[in-house]
């Protein structure tokens, strides 16, 4: 059966999944045979990265609205019942981090931290500064932001610009010891990184980066790299992908430019990336690599606004594949923004065009997933 067969022969399966979430608005939602997906929270303003508390809270950061929720599904019935304004009036808190029981927010030039915040939903308290000196956000650029297994708090900071030699910090990844204050940048030459994750058995960094504009429908590609080395220079804006030089710039002799593992097609705009780590799905998804791909608006035609899963073998990527898809025809019904490991095993999705939070999860045996 082709791919294209599949994909429309489990529609039903999707929609009945979904049915009761999406009763109110017509929209076809194509999920990969086995998977469901539900409706896990709503009217959460342009819902961006996510962050998971110990205790299983899931905190939800935002760009344009300026706040922060934390939700609770204390029933555990796979919908939030209770849910918790942390933060508002915030200059664009969209990049947000847990570690050890608090809950860190990067805020304007600053990195703010809300301690022991899951005892704390009611009443959370002013935030503590605990780091500062990053670009203003008065320059518009994107930020990601996360804990590494080295204790450190990694920190993705874009360039403000489609293309232009900006000065650092932008256009690079920097990891934090919040202790010293000391900070190392780890890679350079970076457009607009968001998502990054690290492999769970190599400890290595990959991200996702998204390539410049106005070069056609069709290039540059969107990139997936990973840090062998650190310190490492990515190209931007010199060269985009593999090997397309950027007419405006010319890159410096003596510059080495380290080439993307893996290329997305142009303008699928990639700003998440995750290592799935839970147990629920069949094992051939285990430890592999999710992108979401959150959608073209440069383009004739749309692309992206969906979830694929790349499959690595020996630290390469082998083999591209959708697993969730939210564009129906030139309609998109969400943009996935970020993906994150639930508690038991899901994957929460959050969507910034309408505010929403989708649970993936498995529901059918390992024997029909594994017919092909």
Request: aromatic letters at 10%; charged letters at 25%; hydrophobic letters at 40%.
């Amino acid at each position: 059966m082709s791919n294209a067969l599949k994909m429309i022969s489990v529609f039903a399966l999707a929609q009945f999944a979904a049915a009761k979430a999406f009763a109110a608005d017509p929209m076809m939602i194509t999920v990969t045979k086995g998977f469901g997906l539900t409706l896990y929270a709503s009217d959460l303003g342009d819902a961006k990265q996510m962050a998971i508390g110990s205790q299983g809270t899931l905190f939800v950061g935002s760009k344009k609205s300026g706040t922060i929720y934390a939700l609770v599904d204390s029933d555990n019935d796979g919908q939030v019942n209770k849910r918790y304004l942390i933060g508002k009036g915030l200059e664009y808190p969209e990049a947000i981090a847990f570690h050890q029981g608090d809950l860190y927010v990067a805020d304007e030039d600053r990195i703010l931290r809300y301690p022991d915040i899951e005892n704390r939903l009611r009443r959370p308290g002013r935030p503590k500064e605990v780091y500062s000196g990053l670009p203003s956000v008065e320059r518009k650029h994107a930020r990601g932001m996360k804990f590494g297994p080295d204790g450190r708090l990694y920190i993705s900071i874009g360039s403000p610009c489609n293309v232009c030699e900006a000065p650092a910090p932008f256009g690079s990844m920097l990891a934090i010891d919040l202790d010293s204050g000391d900070t190392e940048q780890v890679a350079s030459g970076l457009r607009r990184v968001i998502g990054f994750d690290w492999a769970p058995s190599t400890k290595q960094l990959w991200f996702a980066d998204q390539g410049r504009n106005w070069m056609g429908d069709n290039m540059p590609a969107d990139e997936i790299n990973r840090i062998d080395v650190k310190g490492s220079h990515f190209g931007f804006p010199y060269v985009h992908g593999t090997d397309v030089a950027e007419p405006a710039f010319k890159k410096p002799d003596n510059l080495n430019v380290t080439t993307p593992e893996f290329e997305l097609p142009a303008h699928v705009k990639p700003t998440s990336l995750l290592f799935y780590s839970g147990k629920l799905f069949p094992e051939r998804y285990h430890n592999q690599l999710f992108v979401a791909e959150n959608g073209s608006w440069n383009r004739s035609s749309k692309i992206g606004y969906q979830v694929v899963m790349l499959t690595l073998d020996d630290d390469q990527v082998i083999k591209r594949e959708r697993v969730v898809s939210f564009l129906d025809g030139e309609f998109p019904v969400a943009r996935p923004y970020d993906l994150i490991n639930a508690p038991d095993g899901a994957m929460f999705i959050s969507d910034d065009l309408k505010g929403n939070i989708y649970r993936l999860f498995y529901k059918a045996t390992e024997q029909s997933q594994d017919t092909k």
